[in-house]
């Protein structure tokens, strides 16, 4: 598969099809068995996730409680996560920059919470995918890995939640996402690229990824 700069490419697949472990082998959470990652022309070899997050691959991922936020932790913490760099230049952190970081993120993506000092595990399901999101963009990332980025999410947050996508895509972000979400697939995508039992089954531009069309694609033969 091909990721270019600034689309949103959509994977679909039903359960069992790969989607996750593709995900987690771009972010160097799952050891490739063969094949050669390219990043900008060239090999890039990810034996573990800091060598992804160092080349600007960050993977929002499937169970965001588990793997994506640390819900005891408030939301200042878990916004910072990835800013220690930027909020530690010379190796200590600063409490003022540190809650003017997490202050702006709140503001930029309208993350509801009473306060920065609140736990993250009382605040909604898309507020939580907020702050995952907010933590990456402290990395400015050049790829964005999504997995169901909207499961467990009311509707009024989904709206919110593909706004951020398209305005990261829009600041030349190559956004990659897998979703079990159909309609969310096709109206998302610049391209959809189907997986079916671990391989790649097609890719449609958006103009013929069909429900029908990529139905057929996903089912086993």
């Not at 760099?85 to 200590?92: D, S, Y």
């Not at 920065?116 to 933590?135: E, I, P, Y």
């Amino acid at each position: 598969l091909e990721l270019r700069e600034g689309e949103v490419v959509g994977i679909f697949g039903l359960v069992g099809a790969g989607r996750t472990e593709l995900l987690k082998l771009l972010f160097g959470a799952r050891r490739a068995t063969g094949g050669v990652v390219l990043f900008e022309g060239r090999p890039l070899r990810l034996a573990d996730p800091r060598d992804a997050i160092r080349a600007g691959i960050v993977l929002c991922p499937e169970d965001r409680r588990a793997e994506g936020i640390i819900p005891v932790r408030p939301v200042m913490e878990n916004l910072n996560l990835a800013a220690h760099k930027r909020l530690a230049p010379v190796g200590v952190i600063s409490p003022t920059r540190e809650r003017l970081h997490a202050a702006a993120l709140v503001e930029q993506l309208d993350v509801k919470t009473p306060s920065l000092r609140q736990l993250l595990m009382h605040l909604s399901g898309g507020n939580q995918q907020k702050v995952v999101f907010g933590r990456w963009l402290a990395t400015e990332p050049k790829v964005l890995l999504l997995d169901e980025p909207t499961r467990g999410i009311d509707v009024g947050a989904r709206s919110e939640l593909y706004g951020i996508i398209q305005r990261l895509a829009s600041k030349g972000v190559a956004v990659l996402m897998a979703s079990s979400d159909l309609p969310e697939v096709l109206g998302l995508s610049d391209r959809v690229l189907v997986m079916n039992e671990g391989r790649l089954a097609g890719e449609l531009a958006r103009a013929e990824a069909t429900p029908a069309v990529v139905m057929k694609l996903a089912l086993p033969a």
